[in-house]
Nanobody
Framework: QVQLVESGGGLVQAGGSLRLSCAAS????????VGWFRQVAGKEREFAAA????????YYTESVKGRFTISRDNAKNMVHLQMNSLKPEDTAVYYC????????????????WGQGTQVTVSS
């Protein structure tokens, strides 16, 4: 079992930055890929970024490339999502997820989910 808790969301103006954190418990966390997904009410959950278990591979959806950076510290069971140059269209609830998935960008492959943290970007 893995439990995930996100933090760091909030309200920011366009062009600003936020750093999301995902704290994990469970000894298998360091062996799993971790993904960040986001969801707007009424829309399907969308892939944002993912990182391999070792941290040597990262993946981003096209719309966040060059603005978001995902990182992990397995010694501390933490994953972060640094979000820069935020845009109003980044507004969503952001979730971290993990599990033994081979399809990092498909939310249906993840087993464990946090409760989500709201990110609101004003124009």
């Amino acid at each position: 079992q893995v439990q995930l808790v996100e933090s760091g969301g909030g309200l920011v103006q366009a062009g600003g930055s936020l750093r999301l954190s995902c704290a994990a418990s469970g000894r298998t966390f360091s062996t799993y890929v971790v993904g960040w997904f986001r969801q707007v009410a009424g829309k399907e959950r969308e892939f944002a970024a993912a990182i391999s278990w070792s941290g040597d591979r990262t993946y981003y959806t096209e719309s966040v490339k060059g603005r978001f950076t995902i990182s992990r510290d397995n010694a501390k069971n933490m994953v972060h999502l640094q979000m820069n140059s935020l845009k109003p269209e980044d507004t969503a609830v952001y979730y971290c997820a993990t599990g033994a998935t081979s399809t990092y960008n498909n939310w249906k492959g993840y087993v464990y989910w946090g409760q989500g943290t709201q990110v609101t970007v004003s124009s």
